[in-house]
């Protein structure tokens, strides 16, 4: 008997299982995270990304820019914000903007000219010539017809004394009467005269009264200041859809343009993000890629200054522009997904790379970390930050009612949020994690990465840490135990996640179906994911397959349903091994039909992790030996050897629910080392299954409920397993098999041959040729 297995193997196997121990002995130096301390550097409060944080250093060091390509959650936002942290420290009061910039009218309405100066110093200008413009408005001179007044009372006097002298003439000359009455009624219009214009000076300085002299085109040309330092004191602007607009600045729309009432150009200038801050964030570039806005930004980075146009073809403020340039000296920090790399590299040959290669670097974020002592140190402080942030949250949020009404005040309006009653002792208060709820922790991320490594995609941890938390906090508990955790696990689901759950939960009463109304021949259960768009997490569950392989007809291998090229692929690389087994063991080869039915797979299957499930089927309906259903397979079947397939913790995760009724697993013999995290928190035991090494994981308390995983790495440890036949076995009932089938179609072809002479035959009356 041909044995695949070696000591060295079994050994690999047993170190596997020490898989607790080495956590234990790794965490041991703390009992809960209250006694885990968190690092004053900012970029060390990061986790993971060793090579991304080196390489943020050196650049803060240059001021260089910086591209973070990367999957979400895996820190890029939050080393952004550190790099900045680390920046303002360091080379704050450096880089920070001292100048203001000021903005005044130019050549004519539509030009504007920018200005750099002291902030204190052109504010007092602009105080001083308001207060100049101001005084002239009120500066009004009060209405008076003095002069007039004065020149008619003369007169009125003159004319007052030749009436006086006219009479005394009179009494010698009688004659002189007549100048007496005519010099009188002159003095007496006279003083209606003065009356008159007194009265007129009046009602005019009534009138004028509030009144103001006009200044507007004055006031047009006083200086606009777009840009105070004093105020604006961010080092960082963050851009989430960048575009002309909020990256360079404009002009605003002016909605009165006659009637003097137009607003001047500078008055309308507003800047963006190049002109106002040392340091551009910019989350998604994909956004900057959609925008249009790539060529612009080639541009100021290569000048470091941009001219502000109208941006756009029409209406108030197309056709404004500035007489001359803004500074533009910007540290560039974006982020990007793998499909917005691959664009930017063909885009302008990756102009945009180039740039940024030229003073700074591009990022690569990892999405898995190795796992070593350093990293589970890291996972254990990441925990013990989001712990002392979600404490925070409950102090904003509330600390009145904390204060003003105490901690039985927020049980009471806790009862009504929840609609059931809380613990006398509830407390909203923050609770440390224990070192078994930190361990369940990094099981999860064990979980959710392979080859031996921790996912660093940490924000959908997050939410499972805070409703942990929320659990500890309604159970009133001292500390988070794995048991919130767990708790946490089967709640804190993304969309994908419920699903999986529900299909999960369908594909036991199917299989508990096929599994009643058949014989189990040409049927397997096979192992499948659906990965998180948001996440990119991956939930695994079962698939049930069912295969036919039929003798006679076309040689061809079908699969039904939504199948994709890889999975195509698979199968015709699955019909090469049976074609060779023929082959190895000398039997006849006469061609079968196979078909292949992933049975309500309605969404679609793509790729080659079901190839050794799909063979197992086949070769189960060839030799007519049923297959066991309580176990699940996968693997990348080539030849005849099993090669690692991407979940396989996830896809076994999802059978081993006792109410599955699943009583095992065949995995690749390269994953094994995914089966780590399922050893954390629960008994397990060594198993061999003739020569093939496995792990029993007791699902129950006191060594209940065994779930066995075994280590495949050829097909024939599959077929031990699954059908309980060894190689032997294996090729005799091929070769039989194929003996039958032979005999079969030659039956066939010579009683065709009788029933059907040829025209030979008819005609010569002998028998034809074969």
Not at 759 to 770: C, D, I, T, V, W
Request: proline letters at 4%; a negative charge; one cysteine or more.
């Amino acid at each position: 008997m041909n044995n695949d297995f070696t000591e060295k193997d079994y050994e690999e196997i047993n170190a596997l299982m020490r898989y607790p121990e080495f956590l234990d002995k790794h965490l041991n130096y703390f009992e809960d995270t209250s006694e885990i301390a968190i690092p004053r550097d900012p970029i060390d409060k990061v986790i993971f990304q060793n090579e991304a944080k080196s390489a943020i250093r050196k650049i803060a060091q240059n001021k260089g820019h910086i591209l973070m390509v990367g999957r979400p959650g895996t820190g890029k936002s939050l080393l952004a914000n550190m790099f900045k942290e680390v920046i303002d420290v360091s080379l704050g009061d450096y880089i920070r903007p001292k100048d203001a910039i000021a903005a005044y009218p130019g050549k004519d309405d539509n030009h504007v000219r920018f200005a750099y100066g002291d902030p204190d110093i052109i504010e007092k200008q602009i105080e001083k010539i308001s207060e100049d413009i101001d005084k002239a408005r009120n500066s009004v001179e009060p209405f008076s017809l003095r002069d007039q007044i004065r020149g008619v009372n003369r007169v009125k006097n003159l004319l007052f004394l030749i009436t006086l002298a006219s009479i005394g003439l009179g009494l010698f000359y009688s004659q002189a009467f007549i100048l007496t009455g005519l010099a009188g009624i002159g003095t007496i219009f006279m003083y209606m005269q003065v009356n008159n214009h007194k009265v007129q000076e009046k009602i005019q300085q009534d009138n004028q009264a509030g009144r103001r002299n006009e200044v507007k085109f004055l006031q047009d040309m006083i200086p606009e200041m777009l840009y105070d330092p004093r105020k604006d004191q961010d080092l960082m602007i963050s851009i989430s859809e960048p575009d002309a607009r909020n990256m360079k600045g404009g002009f605003r729309h002016d909605p009165y343009q006659s009637g003097n009432l137009q607003t001047p150009i500078h008055k309308r200038t507003y800047l963006g993000a190049h002109a106002k801050a040392p340091i551009i964030y910019i989350d998604e570039l994909k956004t900057l890629v959609r925008s249009g806005y790539m060529s612009s930004l080639l541009e100021i980075m290569q000048n470091k200054e941009y001219i502000l146009e109208g941006g756009k073809n029409t209406g108030s403020g197309a056709a404004d522009r500035a007489e001359n340039p803004l500074s533009a000296n910007n540290i560039i920090i974006a982020c990007c997904n793998h499909d917005t790399l691959s664009f930017l590299q063909s885009e302008g040959d990756g102009a945009f790379l180039s740039r940024i290669e030229d003073k700074g670097e591009i990022i690569q974020m990892e999405s898995s970390v190795t796992e070593t002592p350093e990293t589970l140190f890291q996972v254990a402080q990441f925990i013990k930050q989001e712990v002392n942030n979600l404490g925070n949250d409950f102090r904003s949020t509330w600390g009145e009612i904390i204060e003003a009404e105490g901690h039985a005040g927020v049980r009471r309006r806790s009862e009504k949020i929840f609609g059931k009653a809380l613990p006398m002792g509830y407390t909203l208060k923050e609770r440390e994690f224990a070192r078994d709820a930190v361990t369940e922790i990094i099981k999860e991320l064990r979980c959710r990465a392979s080859d031996g490594k921790l996912s660093a995609l940490l924000r959908p941890i997050n939410g499972i840490i805070k409703t942990a938390e929320h659990e500890a906090i309604l159970e009133n508990s001292d500390l988070v135990r794995s048991r919130h955790v767990k708790k946490a696990l089967t709640e804190h689901l993304s969309l994908e996640g419920s699903l999986s759950r529900e299909a999960t939960r369908h594909k036991k009463e199917l299989k508990n179906y096929i599994s009643s109304m058949t014989d189990s021949i040409g049927y397997v259960v096979g192992l499948a994911v659906i990965s998180s768009q948001a996440s990119g997490q991956m939930f695994g569950q079962p698939l049930p397959i069912h295969c036919q392989i039929n003798s006679g007809g076309a040689d061809s291998v079908a699969a039904s349903g939504k199948t994709g090229d890889i999975a195509k692929a698979a199968a015709q690389n699955v019909r090469a091994s049976i074609k060779k087994t023929f082959r190895k063991i000398g039997a006849p080869y006469i061609g079968y039909e196979m078909h292949i039915e992933y049975i309500q797979a309605h969404g679609g299957v793509e790729g080659d992790s079901a190839s050794i499930a799909i063979d197992v089927a086949l070769i189960s309906d060839y030799i007519k030996m049923p297959v066991n259903q309580q176990f699940g397979i996968t693997g990348s079947l080539t030849g005849d050897i099993i090669l690692a397939v991407g979940g396989v913790t996830e896809k076994v995760r999802s059978i081993m629910d006792p109410d599955l009724n699943m009583l095992g697993a065949c995995i690749p013999w390269q994953n094994k080392d995914d089966i780590e995290p399922l050893l954390v928190n629960v008994e397990s035991e060594f198993i061999l299954n003739g020569d093939i090494p496995g792990i029993r994981i007791f699902r129950g308390d006191n060594s209940q409920n065994p779930f066995d995983i075994y280590f495949i790495k050829t097909k024939y440890n599959a077929y031990r397993i699954l059908m309980g036949i060894d190689r032997n076995e294996f090729e005799e009932k091929m070769a039989r098999r194929s003996r039958m089938d032979f005999d079969f179609m030659k039956s066939m072809k010579s009683g065709a041959e009788q029933a059907c002479p040829t025209n030979e035959q008819s005609r010569e009356g002998e028998p034809a040729l074969s």
